[in-house]
């Protein structure tokens, strides 16, 4: 990947916030390279409303209007949800106790990627009858839930067909 539009932003416990910019372009210009913006934030709900501005600053560069803007911010906090309800951290280190979200915009997609650590974890599903994961599934194109060693991510995906999104 092309770091030249990429951006990192990290907010701590105390609200304080750091951003480190490689070349940053607030839209992507019609290139070929994603653009590509990552967050790192505290692993709790007050922390969520930073990750859905960020969708509400993205969305729109993919040809979204306001209510589909809007949709994909419910989405954010939705999965973001998932993360902190069904994930546990019994050991505490301040270094791996944090949520990573990573936007991606790339042509016609808006693949967003979030991810923390966790000792224990459960899926979220249709099956548990949570009503979250009708509303998720419902705005998004893709979402998913892996579990890899000691890391929960989340990804889901809008992609624009034929102009407009779905």
Same mark, same amino acid.
């Given at each position: 990947?092309?770091?030249?539009?990429?951006?990192?932003?990290?907010?701590?416990?105390?609200?304080?916030?750091?951003?480190?910019?490689?070349?940053? =372009?607030? /839209? +992507?210009?019609? *290139?070929?390279?994603? $653009?590509?913006?990552?967050?790192?934030?505290? #692993?709790?709900? !007050?922390y969520?409303?930073?990750?859905?501005?960020?969708?509400? =600053?993205? /969305? +729109?560069?993919? *040809?979204?209007?306001? $209510?589909?803007?809007?949709?994909?911010?419910? #989405?954010?906090? !939705?999965?973001?949800?998932?993360l902190?309800r069904n994930?546990?951290?019994?050991?505490r280190?301040?270094?791996?106790?944090g949520?990573?979200?990573?936007f991606?915009?790339?042509?016609?997609?808006?693949?967003?990627?979030?991810?923390?650590?966790?000792?224990?974890?459960?899926?979220?599903?249709?099956?548990?009858g949570?009503?979250?994961?009708?509303?998720?599934?419902?705005?998004?194109d893709?979402?998913?839930?892996?579990?890899?060693?000691?890391?929960?991510?989340?990804?889901?995906?809008?992609?624009?067909?034929?102009?407009?999104?779905?």
């Amino acid at each position: 990947m092309d770091r030249s539009n990429t951006c990192r932003a990290a907010v701590n416990s105390s609200g304080t916030a750091g951003m480190d910019f490689d070349g940053w =372009q607030a /839209a +992507p210009g019609g *290139g070929s390279d994603p $653009a590509v913006v990552e967050i790192h934030t505290p #692993a709790r709900p !007050e922390y969520i409303e930073v990750l859905r501005a960020a969708c509400g =600053q993205l /969305a +729109p560069q993919l *040809g979204c209007t306001v $209510a589909e803007t809007a949709d994909l911010r419910l #989405a954010v906090d !939705e999965a973001c949800g998932f993360l902190l309800r069904n994930c546990v951290r019994l050991s505490r280190d301040t270094e791996q106790d944090g949520l990573v979200t990573t936007f991606t915009v790339n042509g016609s997609d808006l693949h967003i990627a979030l991810q923390m650590q966790a000792d224990t974890s459960v899926p979220p599903g249709a099956g548990d009858g949570e009503f979250g994961w009708t509303i998720l599934t419902a705005l998004v194109d893709d979402f998913t839930w892996q579990v890899t060693e000691s890391t929960v991510r989340v990804e889901i995906r809008k992609e624009r067909v034929g102009g407009k999104l779905d």
